[in-house]
């Protein structure tokens, strides 16, 4: 029975990341995946990746990821948001550094919804003097 040291959730747009920490050698799972194979650029691994390098904590957990909604680049931001709730569980001593990164604040920046009437959230219909 593998036990779960730490639970976080991440949030980012409309991704919902849920992170579970475990004892381990520094593997990240994401939906069953390894975390290169799941995501598509360098970048976005190397997002997931921060709290961990930033908390010298790169080889001590194995970090289980269970993400739904959004895209790669939003999913890849609420990974990094678990994390770092997560190991917040685990180490209090932790908090200046992800504090100082911005890791444990949720980027609350949202798709703006479409107005009726519009032809988006923003973009008008071309208006028409005659």
Do not use: W
């Amino acid at each position: 029975m593998v036990k779960n040291i730490a639970i976080g959730t991440g949030r980012r747009k409309t991704a919902t990341a849920r992170v579970f920490l475990r004892e381990g050698n520094g593997k990240i799972t994401v939906n069953g995946k390894d975390v290169k194979d799941y995501f598509a650029t360098a970048e976005q691994v190397q997002v997931v990746n921060q709290p961990l390098l930033v908390t010298s904590n790169t080889n001590k957990f194995d970090v289980l990821i269970n993400v739904t909604g959004g895209g790669l680049n939003g999913q890849a931001a609420a990974c990094l948001h678990g994390i770092s709730r997560a190991l917040l569980q685990v180490d209090q001593d932790t908090h200046a550094a992800l504090k100082a990164n911005g890791y444990l604040t949720r980027d609350s920046r949202m798709v703006e919804r479409k107005k009726y009437g519009q032809k988006g959230a923003r973009r008008r219909f071309q208006f028409s003097k005659r």
